[in-house]
């Protein structure tokens, strides 16, 4: 069973324009929510992160919006660029069980130049 | 400043023979974690360990084990292999225990059953 639901599983976008992807949760222990970036041959690395106290977080171009009552939460991607075709991960962290991640299925993203 | 390194970075077995992947932490860190990333299933937390200790373990069967050394380096292994078990194994280190240090990912072991 997924915890972490992640949609759409691939995105193709054009160089400026806003890439979306969504996640949703029904574990209401979760409390830290990170969003991950892998390019190919490489381990994921952080991009941003939100608590569920806060609603919207943007670090540069780099924008996570969370809905607590909706237990749903979503990144966007401004003025995307080629460089940002990647794969994304949604995951979270319940607040019992330490550190350990659960991630959501993942996003290949590709941006058109 | 090195950052996680895994070995092999690719590892081929035959079903039923054991299989022992190693991590080696970003300096400072106490924390590893093992993660396996298997195509269509996406990354599913395996075994988390701190200052030498399991502290968590994903739902996986027992023959998935590991170990951490006193240098915090880790060791995961894979008995009886099933072909289901080919998959990208990823290691990632923090700063100890607490719940919002940032995990930082290695490259990964591509591990093949046959």
């Known amino acids: 069973q997924q915890q972490v639901k992640q949609s759409p599983q691939s995105l193709i976008v054009q160089k400026g324009g806003i890439s979306i992807i969504n996640c949703a949760y029904e574990?209401?222990?979760?409390?830290?929510f990170p969003w991950y970036q892998q390019f190919p041959g490489k381990g994921p690395a952080l991009l941003i992160a939100?608590?569920?106290?806060?609603s919207e977080k943007k670090e540069g171009r780099f924008t996570i919006s969370f809905n607590k009552s909706a237990k749903q939460f979503s990144l966007h991607i401004m003025d995307s660029q080629p460089g940002d075709s990647a794969t994304y991960f949604c995951?979270?962290?319940?607040?019992?069980?330490?550190?350990?991640?659960?991630f959501g299925e993942g996003t290949q993203l590709t941006v058109n130049p | 400043e090195a950052g996680v390194t895994q070995s092999p970075t690719h590892l081929i077995k035959t079903r039923g023979q054991q299989a022992t992947l190693r991590c080696s932490p970003i300096?400072?860190?106490?924390?590893v974690y093992w993660y396996q990333q298997a195509l269509g299933l996406g990354l599913q937390f395996l075994l988390w360990?701190?200052?030498?200790?399991?502290?968590n373990r994903g739902n996986f069967p027992p023959r998935f084990s590991g170990r951490q050394f006193p240098n915090y380096s880790s060791e995961l292994n894979v008995n009886a292999l099933e072909l289901e078990d080919s998959a990208l194994y990823l290691c990632?280190?923090?700063?100890?225990?607490?719940?919002?240090?940032?995990?930082?990912f290695g490259p990964g072991t591509r591990l093949t059953v046959l």
């Open positions: 990632a280190s923090s700063l100890g225990l607490a719940r919002y240090n940032e995990q930082f």
């Open positions: 300096s400072g860190h106490t924390s």
């Open positions: 939100i608590r569920p106290d806060v």
């Open positions: 360990y701190d200052e030498g200790e399991e502290r």
């Open positions: 995951a979270a962290i319940e607040e019992t069980s330490g550190s350990r991640l659960t």
């Open positions: 574990n209401t222990a979760f409390d830290y």
